[in-house]
C-alpha cells in the first residue's frame, strides 16, 4: 500500500480529536469566539474535515451524528466502518486511503455525494439503496467493463469518475459507460455529448435493451413483494396474519403425520376439500373484522392525539398571554427608573404570575386526564368486542374441525369393518394399512390427528388475544407515561421561568 504507517504513529478518532478539529474548523469573527470560549456540542457539528491525521480506524463518530458533511480523505483507513448512525450524512470523502472493499454505507439513505478515489478497490458493491448523484472511484483496481454496469443502480447518477483504473484503458470503456448508465452529465469531468450518448447506445443497444427487459422484470417483481409485505404488515397491525386464504388450513394439517395417512381413505379427499372451504369462509370472516376494526382504533386513537394537541395549544396561548403581560408591566416599571418601585410591584406580579401558570397547568392535566379516561373506555369496549368476536369465530372453526372428526370416525369405521370381513372392493393404501392393524390403532390415529387440530386452533386463538391485551395495556401505559413526563417537563419549565425571572430582579440596580 502506498500511504504508510510505520513511521507515524496512527491516530485515532477520539473526543480529543473532535474537539481540536471542531475547534479549529469553527467560525471566524465573534461567533468564532464565543464558540471557543464556550465550546460546541458534537451534535450541533454538521461538517467536518479530518483529513491528514493518520487515520486508521474509523470509530467514535457516533459522537456527531449529526454531520451533513465528512472528510477523511488523505488518511491511512482500510475499512469503511461506523457509519451507522451518521443517518443525516450526503457527502462522504474517503479518497486517498488504503480501502479494499466498499462498505459499511448501508444506513447512509441521504448520502448524494461519495468520494472513495485513490484507494484499492476492485469491485464496486454493497451501495445499493444509496440515492448517490455524484460518485468518484477513480485510481482504483477495477479492471472488468461488466463491473461498471453496477453503476446502474443509482437513477440519479449525475457525475461519475473512474479514470485511472485499468478498465480504462479498455477500448470500449467510454461507450460502455455512457450507453449503460443514460442519464449521466459528467463522466470523468467532462460534459458528456448528445454525439458521444447516441453513439454508445447505438453500439450497445441489444445489451441495453436486454437488460431494460430484465430490470422491468424485477421491477414488477419488487413491486409485487413490496405489495405482498405491506398486506402481510397490515394484516399483523390487524392481528389477523396467519388467517390469509388457507393459511390455518395449511398450519392444521403441517405437522400432522396421521392425516396424512388417513387422507387414503375413500371419500376424504372430498371432506378435506369441503373442510378447507368452510374454514377458509371463518377466516375470511374474521380477517374483514380485523381490518375494519384497525380503521376504528386508528381513528379512536387519531382522535385522543388530535383532542390532545388542541387542548395543549390553547393552554400554551393562554400562558404566553399571562407572561407577555407580566413581561410589558417590568418592561414599563423599569423604564419608568424607579428600580425599588419596580422591584416592590413586580415580585407580587411574579407571584400571581407562577400561582395562574401552574392552575393553567393543573386544568390541562383534568383536561388531558378526562379525555384519556374517556379513550380507554372506548377503546377497551372495542377491544373486548373484537376478542369476543374472535372467540366466536375460533368457536366456529372448532365446530368445523369436530363436524370433520366425527364425519371422518364413521368412514374409518365402516372401512375398517369391511377389512376385517375382507368386503373391500380396492386394496388399502399401504399408508393406511399400517393404521388398521385394530379398531383402537385405527382411532388412536384419528383421534391424535384430531387432538393436534384442536391445539393449533387454540394457540391461534391464544395468539391473537394476548397480542391484542398486550396491544391495549402497552398503549394505554404509553398515553399515561407521555402525559406524566409532560407534566413534570412543563412544572420544570416553569420553576425555571420563575427563578429567572427571580434573578433578574435580584440583579437590579439603582442607575
Excluded at 510505520?6 to 491516530?11: A, F, G, H, L, N
Excluded at 486517498?96 to 478515489?117: M, R, W, Y
Excluded at 395468539?463 to 404509553?478: E, F, G, N, W
Aim: aromatic content about 6%; some cysteine; proline content about 2%.
Amino acid at each position: 500500500m502506498s500511504r504508510l504507517y510505520d513511521t507515524i504513529e496512527p491516530s485515532v478518532i477520539d473526543e480529543a480529536l473532535l474537539h481540536q478539529c471542531i475547534k479549529e474548523q469553527g467560525p471566524d469573527g465573534e461567533a468564532g469566539k464565543i464558540a471557543k470560549h464556550e465550546g460546541t456540542e458534537f451534535k450541533e457539528v454538521l461538517e467536518l474535515r479530518l483529513s491528514y491525521k493518520n487515520i486508521l480506524r474509523m470509530e467514535n463518530l457516533w459522537c456527531v451524528e449529526n454531520l451533513t458533511k465528512l472528510q477523511l480523505d488523505n488518511n491511512i483507513i482500510e475499512k469503511i466502518e461506523g457509519l451507522d448512525a451518521l443517518v443525516n450524512l450526503t457527502w462522504l470523502d474517503l479518497s486517498f486511503n488504503n480501502i479494499e472493499v466498499v462498505e459499511g454505507l448501508g444506513t447512509l439513505v441521504k448520502l448524494t455525494d461519495l468520494s472513495l478515489a485513490h484507494n484499492y478497490i476492485k469491485v464496486l458493491e454493497n451501495m445499493d439503496g444509496l440515492p448517490l448523484q455524484v460518485l468518484s472511484v477513480g485510481h482504483n483496481r477495477i479492471t472488468e467493463l461488466q463491473q461498471l454496469a453496477y453503476l446502474r443502480t443509482f437513477s440519479q447518477l449525475k457525475a461519475v469518475s473512474l479514470a485511472g483504473n485499468p478498465v480504462a484503458s479498455n477500448d470500449n470503456y467510454q461507450p460502455f459507460v455512457l450507453a449503460h448508465l443514460s442519464v449521466l452529465v459528467y463522466f470523468d469531468y467532462r460534459l458528456v455529448s448528445d454525439e458521444a450518448r447516441s453513439q454508445a447506445f447505438l453500439q450497445y443497444q441489444d445489451t441495453i435493451e436486454e437488460l431494460e427487459l430484465q430490470e422491468r422484470s424485477a421491477e414488477r417483481k419488487a413491486a409485487e413483494y413490496r405489495e405482498e409485505d405491506e398486506k402481510e404488515q397490515l394484516h399483523k397491525a390487524a392481528y389477523v396474519d396467519g388467517l390469509e386464504g388457507n393459511c390455518l388450513y395449511g398450519a392444521l394439517f403441517l405437522e400432522d403425520a396421521e392425516a396424512s395417512r388417513l387422507q387414503h381413505l375413500p371419500g376424504v379427499d372430498e371432506m378435506l376439500e369441503q373442510y378447507q372451504q368452510k374454514l377458509a369462509t371463518v377466516c375470511k370472516s374474521l380477517m374483514e373484522a380485523g381490518l375494519k376494526e384497525k380503521q376504528l382504533w386508528d381513528k379512536e386513537r387519531e382522535a385522543i392525539f388530535s383532542s390532545h394537541t388542541e387542548a395543549k395549544e390553547h393552554n400554551q396561548k393562554e400562558a404566553v398571554t399571562l407572561i407577555q403581560q407580566y413581561e410589558d408591566k417590568k418592561q414599563a416599571l423599569v423604564s419608568a427608573g424607579d428600580i425599588e418601585k419596580a422591584i416592590t410591584q413586580l415580585n407580587p406580579m411574579l407571584d400571581r404570575l407562577k400561582h395562574n401558570l401552574i392552575k393553567l397547568e393543573m386544568t390541562l392535566v383534568e383536561q388531558i386526564d378526562d379525555v384519556n379516561k374517556e379513550f380507554e373506555r372506548n377503546y377497551t369496549d372495542m377491544v373486548t368486542g373484537f376478542t369476543e368476536n374472535i372467540q366466536s369465530q375460533m368457536t366456529q372453526c372448532r365446530d368445523v374441525e369436530n363436524s370433520h372428526h366425527e364425519h371422518l370416525s364413521d368412514i374409518a369405521l365402516q372401512v375398517l369393518e369391511k377389512f376385517v370381513k375382507n368386503q373391500l372392493t380396492e386394496d388399502l393404501h399401504d399408508e393406511l394399512r399400517i393404521l388398521f392393524v385394530d379398531k383402537d390403532t385405527l382411532m388412536n390415529a384419528i383421534n391424535t390427528s384430531h387432538d393436534l387440530h384442536l391445539l393449533k386452533i387454540d394457540e391461534k386463538e391464544d395468539s391473537i388475544l394476548s397480542r391484542i391485551r398486550s396491544h391495549l395495556k402497552q398503549l394505554l401505559d404509553l398515553i399515561t407515561q407521555d402525559e406524566l413526563q409532560r407534566n413534570r417537563s412543563r412544572v420544570i419549565e416553569i420553576n425555571h421561568y420563575i427563578d429567572h425571572q427571580r434573578e433578574e430582579l435580584d440583579n437590579l440596580e439603582e442607575p
